[in-house]
């Protein structure tokens, strides 16, 4: 049951993501990506991290693709057609990308992983108590530098969408 | 771990989904497009550090840290970046990495 639905999970996640990049409709390739990373959140959900999958459907498809289709409506008319790259563009590409996605299968198969039988479910609090630990192994520092981060952020694409108005207030 | 579904299987799904992004990236030139491929790569990899961790180290927690700070890095990243988008779409009313020139404003 499982495998066919990780096999069912991996076709969609396939098939939209070569749309996502394919299409000519700006907005339907946001759309066909919103999929892609719904599959994404499946993947996570099979393998017991619901932590992580509430955490990819909360960031990506409440926020990342919301602000996506925002700026796509801003900046582009919908009826319009995308540009297609040349031929030329278009198979160095995908011979460039043929070659890569071999050369790391090949590297992949060639490797023996050594999986371990596990139906470990893990909790919140436990992910939370390592985020937060200060001893060895915690992930305080990375943590704390990740908010920063955030807050740079925010103030920095207000500054930059704002742009010329806030020069001309002062 | 997934019953039935062995790591190699999922790897080369991702390996399939980071190459389909390094293709997008390679061919579009809208930027928002490029933007929707990086995020595609970047969501490749972070399912990488989440399989690894789950079928290789069960007992660690490091894959899902670092999946947790890839998605708040994507995030920031595609927050900067409709940013600017938006205030290029301003001053060159276009979005087309060709009509991008100078990085005078």
């Known amino acids: ?170 | 771990m997934i019953a039935g579904v062995s790591i190699y299987e999922i790897l080369t799904v991702t390996t399939l989904l980071f190459f389909i992004g390094i293709y997008g990236f390679l061919t579009r030139k809208n930027m928002i497009t490029m933007l929707l491929s990086v995020e595609l790569i970047l969501n490749a990899s972070a399912i990488n550090f989440v399989i690894m961790n789950k079928y290789l180290f069960p007992e660690n927690l490091e894959g899902v840290y670092f999946s947790i700070f890839i998605i708040a890095i994507a995030a920031a990243e595609s927050a900067l970046a409709v940013a600017i988008i938006i205030n290029l779409y301003k001053l060159v009313t276009s979005v087309e990495v060709e009509d991008t020139e100078t990085m005078k404003y």
Do not use: C
């Not at chain 1, 993501?17 to 390739?29: E, G, H, N, P, Y």
């Not at chain 1, 990506?60 to 790259?85: K, M, N, P, Q, T």
């Not at chain 1, 985020?131 to 955030?150: A, H, K, M, Q, R």
């Open chain 1, 1 to 170: 049951m499982e495998r066919i639905l990780f096999y069912f999970l991996a076709l969609v996640m396939v098939v939209f993501a070569i749309k996502a990049v394919t299409s000519r409709k700006m907005l339907r390739s946001v759309i066909y990506l919103l999929f892609v990373l719904m599959g994404i959140a499946g993947i996570y959900f099979m393998v017991d991290y619901t932590f992580l999958a509430a955490v990819q459907l909360a960031v990506y498809a409440g926020g990342v693709i919301v602000l996506i289709i925002f700026s796509v409506l801003l900046v582009h008319h919908i009826e319009l057609r995308l540009d297609v790259a040349t031929a030329t563009r278009k198979w160095a590409a995908l011979l460039l990308s043929a070659l890569g996605a071999g050369l790391t299968l090949f590297a992949i198969y060639s490797y023996p992983f050594q999986a371990v039988e596990n139906r470990n479910v893990t909790e919140i609090e436990v992910i939370g108590a390592g985020l937060l630990n200060t001893g060895d192994g915690g992930y305080i520092l990375p943590f704390e530098v990740i908010s920063i981060l955030l807050l740079a952020v925010m103030i920095g694409a207000i500054v930059i969408a704002k742009g010329e108005k806030l020069e001309n207030n002062k």
